[in-house]
């Protein structure tokens, strides 16, 4: 959403204003600036708590917008991004080093669209050591066989990324195809896309989705897939009805070291061990048993599996 700030008018000082002020004993002025100053920092110390939450493991990173409806995110251990052009030119050695552990690059819209930073982030972010997922996003008046022929031909098969995402929204600002489609229409479409997408890189795609877009179409579908949700207000439980998540996505205003302004800030649900298992096994561990003997899962090391795979 564009944001505009309004000029300042030019206001013209009133008769008082113009006065000469009194003077003052050198006593006075000290003391005038002793105040001044505390004063400063005190309020600077209180908007630094606002912006970077005491309770976060990452104080390198902040929130220019922070809503206390998510605070239980900045607590979670990994964190991580999801970045497109808009983010401009990323350093992405800085990126990595406060503490981002994931990211998911936008590679791919609709049928004849790509990011036109998506190789530059995708190979930058693999040679910074930040593991990473391509993201296509859904355009719902384009045929879903033909969106998955151009996330093929444009996302490389690499075995040691994470498991491609299938962005799934409504796009109401779109001036082309800001429709809605029916509810049958759209889950065929999406499994055209997950199918596709799983065989291309051999991993089950995450599905990323908002509030409005789950109500309507995802509620009660694709159990067995991981779930990637925007929450930006409150924690996910308090939006989405019966919905396991993996990835929660908690500010659209997020800032980190790397990037220029604003960015989304995710957090992947578990706990440390339970990420090695992910990154390894290309697949939420809390599913690891169930899908590894139909081959979604791939093999875990035992030097990973140091805890259940339910902690």
């Known amino acids: 959403m564009r944001k505009t700030v309004e000029p300042m008018k030019n206001r013209r000082p009133s008769r008082r204003s113009r006065k000469s002020p009194p003077k003052q004993s050198a006593l006075q002025t000290v003391v005038r600036c002793v105040r001044f100053g505390a004063v400063t920092a005190l309020a600077l110390g209180l908007a630094s708590c606002a912006i970077a939450p005491s309770s ?3 104080p390198l990173k902040s929130d220019v917008k922070p809503h206390a409806g998510v605070a239980t995110a900045h607590r979670l251990p990994i964190h991580g991004v999801d970045i497109s052009k808009w983010q401009g030119k990323v350093d992405w050695a800085a990126l990595r080093q406060a ?6 690059i936008k590679a791919t819209e609709g049928g004849d669209h790509v990011d036109n930073r998506f190789l530059e982030n995708w190979w930058a972010a693999k040679n910074a050591g930040v593991p990473r997922g391509a993201y296509h996003f859904v355009y719902w008046c384009r045929p879903a066989h033909e969106q998955a022929a151009w996330f093929k031909k444009n996302v490389p098969q690499d075995p040691d990324a994470l ?25 065929a479409m999406i499994d055209v896309l997950l199918r596709e997408m799983e065989a291309h890189t051999g991993k089950r795609p995450i599905i990323y989705t908002d509030i409005t877009f789950h109500q309507e179409i995802l509620e009660g579908e694709y159990k067995d897939y991981p779930f990637w949700i925007r929450s930006t207000a409150a924690e ?21 070291p790397g990037v220029t302004g604003d960015i989304d800030r995710n957090a992947f649900y578990g706990t440390e061990n339970q990420w090695r298992m992910f990154v390894q096994s290309k697949c939420d561990p809390r599913d690891h048993q169930k899908l590894k003997p139909i ?5 875990v090391d ?6 259940s795979f339910e902690e």
Do not use: I, M
Not at 236 to 254: A, E, I, S, V
Not at 302 to 307: D, G
């Open 56 to 58: 976060s493991r990452y």
């Open 302 to 307: 035992t030097a990973v599996q140091t805890a």
């Open 163 to 187: 498991p491609p995402v299938l962005d799934v929204e409504w796009n109401g600002e779109s001036v082309n195809c800001p429709k809605k489609v029916p509810r049958q229409q759209a889950l």
């Open 236 to 256: 996910p439980h308090h939006r989405y009805n019966d919905r396991r998540w993996t990835f929660w996505q908690f500010t659209t205003t997020g800032r980190v």
């Open 295 to 299: 081959g979604v899962c791939r093999d």
């Open 99 to 104: 503490g981002t552990q994931f990211a998911f």
